[in-house]
């Protein structure tokens, strides 16, 4: 029971003040002046106020809060080393056991870093995680809390702790661990086709050991070089990046004897590979309607540095004009076509005939271009399909189809075939998806026959309209209309001219994305997500090989034609290799190092400060003179200011705070027995007042 005294006044406090002021001055001069009965008045009076005053005894009950004691669980994956995991496990449950002993501890038990998504799994954040467990009560409650993680905290504070209780730190993991890891000192972000990429990074080991280690330099899952590193020194790298977009640049070095885990033997870069302008050669025939069309997009591009001539007029119109006079500057042939051909990506004829313009043997030259890994885009008009016809040249080895003579003059819908439907450089051209397409027609198509590669669009009578074709090395694709400008001047509402010619122009040069067999993947979250571009109608199930050496089979459905998405929800951070058929790709799943992997030893340093600072303790729960087990240590409650640590034991406060339940009134004046103490105390007066 808890007892306490209270008054309720039946009187306002003012005019209490003002019945009791005067009796009391009367009172006091009666006792000043010694006056018979001075101190029966006074007794009278004292009656009088306490009457009015109203004391009440209270009895309260009260039941007693408990007190919050966080216990904080180190989930991370450095906990899946060795033995951590299971000395975790018993840890966790021994003190469960203990803390269940005191019925005045209230036990949180908060688990971090074993969730899905990627943010919870690349830092250890106790701290965060403690703070979240408490935060709804007040501090006076909070008993203190444990941490049972291997010391690799990341979000731990330098100094004290916004927590006002004790602290104390349990650790996994085995005394005097070693352990090697290899990690980027410096990893530009971005570097050019083709150019040699400057980066530095540092092998680090945890016993300071000197001298060479073998580093296996690889690029896109491709090894390319082995270097020799000296461990603790910054070493050089330069690397070549091969493709534009997304490069990825692995350094791996060798497990040790007795080294804790590889995971941190590998050390990944992601760079962004960009292409220097791309070099394309625009030679156009004779003028004609949509002489420009090609042009126009090409200059738009700011990847595209373009050269371009156009034949105004052919050798056999002589006219006595001075050749100085007929143009700017002299058209380049054989530095064009000689000297810098290799420079070109792409070459483009435009509705080009054979007039003697270029020498015979220069045609072999580009056939040649296009077998060593170039670029040829014939874009053709009537002159194909006659006598001065560019295929009756030495480019025919390099052309995909031979000119039947014929030219179609029919009005037709452009339209996709069901290979087209699938390539990339076709599929899901805006329009195409209705029949007729959502676009305007053409009137002219070159017959040809024979044709080899792939026909994505068909013409009139359903003649090839445009083929695609790799020669060698190198790729070769012809138009065989040049009403494409009828597209570009919105005839009939135009049509996705800039769609098209963009795609075809990258496409011949070797675009990843527009490559019609490829495989792709990428990390979302914790999420592994592929993409598999083909030709055919089933690729079958990607293959994946996860960082700790894991088989998943995912199956890939079919998003639209010639596209086919799978995904899958991993568990580790790290690098994935995807295959399927005789594709393959790489994925990192999560931040490239993680800080979760930037250090694996066990140590207590890094929660000392914070639990010292505390009143709390940081020890190993395994030790050399245990064997096989772990020191679990006895849980005491403490008062406020007392000690919370000793050898084998951790306190946690106790909190005095507690819930009213009910309140028991005793009034002390009330009733008949108030009424006869103040009758007593009057008749007192009187009766001395009488003698």
């Known amino acids: 029971m808890n007892w306490s005294l209270s008054f309720e006044p039946l009187l306002s406090w003012p005019l209490l003040a003002a019945v009791v002021a005067p009796l009391a001055l009367l009172a006091l001069v009666g006792l000043w002046l010694r006056q018979r009965g001075g101190w029966f008045r006074a007794a009278a009076l004292v009656a009088l106020a306490a009457a009015l005053l109203n004391p009440v005894l209270l009895d309260e009950e009260r039941e007693p809060l408990q007190s919050?004691?966080?216990?904080?669980?180190?989930?991370?994956?450095?906990?899946?080393?060795?033995?951590?995991?299971?000395?975790?496990?018993?840890?966790?449950?021994?003190?469960?056991?203990?803390?269940?002993?005191?019925?005045?501890?209230?036990?949180?038990?908060?688990?971090?870093?074993?969730?899905?998504?990627?943010?919870?799994?690349?830092?250890?954040?106790?701290?965060?995680?403690?703070?979240?467990?408490?935060?709804?009560?007040?501090?006076?409650?909070?008993?203190?809390?444990?941490?049972?993680?291997?010391g690799q905290v990341h979000d731990a504070p330098g100094a004290a702790p916004e927590f006002n209780a004790p602290l104390h730190a349990l650790i996994t993991g085995e005394e005097n661990e070693k352990d090697r890891r290899i990690r980027f000192e410096k990893a530009p972000r971005f570097g050019l086709v083709g150019k040699p990429l400057d980066m530095t990074y540092r092998v680090i080991s945890t016993d300071r050991q000197s001298g060479p280690v073998e580093v296996r330099v690889s690029v896109n899952g491709e090894q390319v070089s082995v270097e020799r590193a000296f461990v603790g020194q910054e070493m050089p790298l330069q690397v070549t990046i091969p493709n534009a977009g997304r490069n990825i640049i692995e350094l791996a070095i060798p497990k040790e004897d007795g080294e804790l885990t590889e995971t941190n033997n590998r050390a990944i870069a992601l760079v962004d590979g960009i292409r220097e302008n791309l070099r394309v050669l625009l030679v156009s025939g004779e003028p004609h309607a949509g002489e420009r069309t090609w042009r126009n997009l090409l200059k738009s591009d700011a990847s595209v540095d373009l050269v371009h001539f156009t034949i105004l007029r052919p050798p056999e119109k002589q006219d006595g004009t001075p050749i100085n006079e007929l143009s700017l500057i002299a058209f380049p042939t054989r530095e064009l076509f000689v000297e810098k051909i290799s420079e070109f990506d792409l070459i483009i004829f435009d509705r080009y005939q054979h007039r003697d313009v270029l020498p015979i043997l220069y045609y072999d030259y580009i056939s040649e271009y296009v077998e060593n890994g170039g670029a040829l885009l014939i874009a053709a008009g009537p002159e194909y399909a006659g006598e001065s016809t560019i295929a009756n040249t030495p480019l025919m080895a390099a052309l995909p189809a031979m000119p039947t003579g014929q030219v179609i003059d029919k009005a037709f819908y452009p339209r996709l075939t069901d290979l087209g439907q699938r390539h990339p450089v076709t599929r899901g051209l805006d329009g195409s998806g209705s029949e007729p397409p959502r676009w305007g027609r053409w009137f002219r198509?070159?017959?040809?026959?024979?044709?080899?590669?792939?026909?994505?669009?068909?013409?009139?009578?359903?003649?090839?309209?445009?083929?695609?074709?790799?020669?060698?090395?190198?790729?070769?694709?012809?138009?065989?209309?040049?009403?494409?400008?009828?597209?570009?001047?919105?005839?009939?509402?135009?049509?996705?001219?800039?769609?098209?010619?963009?795609?075809?122009?990258?496409?011949?040069?070797?675009?990843?994305?527009?490559?019609?067999?490829?495989?792709?993947?990428?990390?979302?979250?914790?999420?592994?997500?592929?993409?598999?571009?083909?030709?055919?109608?089933?690729?079958?199930?990607?293959?994946?090989?996860?960082?700790?050496?894991k088989t998943l089979a995912v199956k890939l459905e079919k998003s639209e034609p010639g596209v086919f998405l799978g995904s899958v929800e991993v568990s580790d951070i790290g690098l994935y290799q995807v295959g399927n058929g005789n594709l393959s790709a790489l994925a990192h799943v999560g931040p490239v190092n993680a800080p979760e992997f930037a250090d694996v030893v066990s140590t207590p340093d890094k929660l000392r400060p914070a639990t010292e600072a505390s009143g709390g303790s940081v020890r190993r729960l395994a030790s050399a003179s245990l064997t096989g087990g772990i020191a679990i240590p006895s849980v005491v409650p403490v008062r406020g200011g007392g000690e919370a640590t000793g050898n084998d034991w951790i306190g946690f406060r106790t909190t005095d705070d507690s819930v009213l339940k009910a309140v028991s009134q005793v009034p002390l004046f009330g009733g008949f027995l108030g009424l006869g103490l103040l009758l007593l105390a009057l008749g007192s007066m009187w009766y001395r007042e009488g003698r």
């Open 445 to 549: 198509t070159i017959g040809i026959e024979n044709p080899e590669g792939e026909v994505v669009m068909k013409g009139a009578d359903d003649q090839p309209l445009l083929l695609l074709d790799r020669k060698g090395e190198g790729r070769v694709g012809m138009l065989l209309s040049d009403q494409g400008w009828l597209w570009a001047r919105g005839y009939e509402g135009g049509g996705p001219h800039v769609q098209l010619y963009r795609r075809l122009a990258h496409w011949l040069m070797k675009e990843p994305e527009l490559e019609e067999e490829r495989l792709t993947a990428d990390g979302r979250g914790m999420v592994l997500e592929i993409r598999r571009q083909t030709m055919s109608d089933d690729p079958g199930t990607a293959q994946v090989i996860t960082p700790s050496g």
């Open 68 to 150: 919050v004691v966080a216990v904080v669980v180190d989930r991370s994956q450095s906990q899946d080393i060795g033995e951590r995991s299971k000395q975790t496990d018993e840890a966790l449950a021994g003190l469960k056991e203990r803390l269940a002993r005191f019925k005045q501890f209230d036990v949180r038990v908060v688990e971090t870093g074993n969730a899905g998504a990627a943010g919870d799994r690349t830092e250890t954040r106790l701290f965060s995680a403690l703070e979240s467990a408490v935060r709804d009560v007040p501090p006076s409650r909070i008993a203190g809390a444990v941490m049972i993680t291997d």
